[in-house]
T-cell receptor, first 118, second 116 residues
């Protein structure tokens, strides 16, 4: 079974600064997907960024980027130019797309609470 | 992106009663739906996976007679908490996905259940 570990329960960052969230995972699979989800106080889960394991290039979405180290099974998220609206819980998640019958089943890490200070 | 609607957003029920939570995919056919439970300040724990027209697959430790899941159509899955007790109070979230190339799961807004 896959496991996902987020070692930082909470992090704070000044507005406009950069913060990096760590995530490690354990799997014997070679093809898989990794995600970062944001859960603001509304508790709606929002997809921040996605990485395919077969792609060496790190994914980027505006101010959000990842550092994917497949051999090390590490998947960190960098939030640049932090904004007050980035305050939320952030969850790292793993997905094995096979078997197809299992659908898009996600395994989540424990989460990191990010507080952006003005 | 695709929209998943979960209803109700919050519900209060008395101990011993049952409560049903609905999860609807509004603009796509959800071949698979997932139900998660989230305790305060904790992560999402998968309870069960449901495929349209078949029985749900429950995760280890989840009582299938306690948490009844029905996925009768491609747009609707329901979670019924039977004979609810205060320890069932939690935040329940559904997600839905469809076959055909996408790896994204679309989440409902969640339901806060309080059993008194």
């Amino acid at each position: 079974a896959q496991t996902v570990t987020q070692s930082q329960p909470e992090m704070s960052v000044q507005e406009a600064e950069t913060v990096t969230l760590s995530c490690t995972y354990d799997t014997s699979e070679n093809n898989y997907y990794l995600f970062w989800y944001k859960q603001p106080p509304s508790r709606q889960m929002i997809l921040v960024i996605r990485q395919e394991a077969y792609k060496q290039q790190n994914a980027t979405e505006n101010r959000f980027s990842v550092n994917f180290q497949k051999a090390a099974k590490s998947f960190s998220l960098k939030i640049s130019d932090s904004q007050l609206g980035d305050t939320a819980m952030y969850f790292c998640a793993f997905m094995n797309p096979f078997p197809l019958a299992a659908g898009n089943k996600l395994t989540f890490g424990g989460g990191t609470r990010v507080l952006v200070k003005p | 992106g695709a929209v998943v609607s979960q209803h109700p957003s919050w519900v209060i029920c008395k101990s011993g009663t049952s409560v049903k939570i609905e999860c609807r995919s509004l603009d796509f056919q959800a071949t698979t739906m997932f139900w998660y439970r989230q305790f305060p300040k904790q992560s999402l724990m998968l309870m069960a996976t449901s495929n349209e027209g078949s029985k749900a697959t429950y995760e280890q430790g989840v009582e299938k007679d306690k948490f009844l899941i029905n996925h009768a159509s491609l747009t609707l899955s329901t979670l019924t908490v039977t004979s609810a007790h205060p320890e069932d109070s939690s935040f329940y979230i559904c997600s839905a996905s469809y076959s055909g190339g996408t790896t994204e799961a679309f989440f409902g807004q969640g339901t806060r259940l309080t059993v008194v």
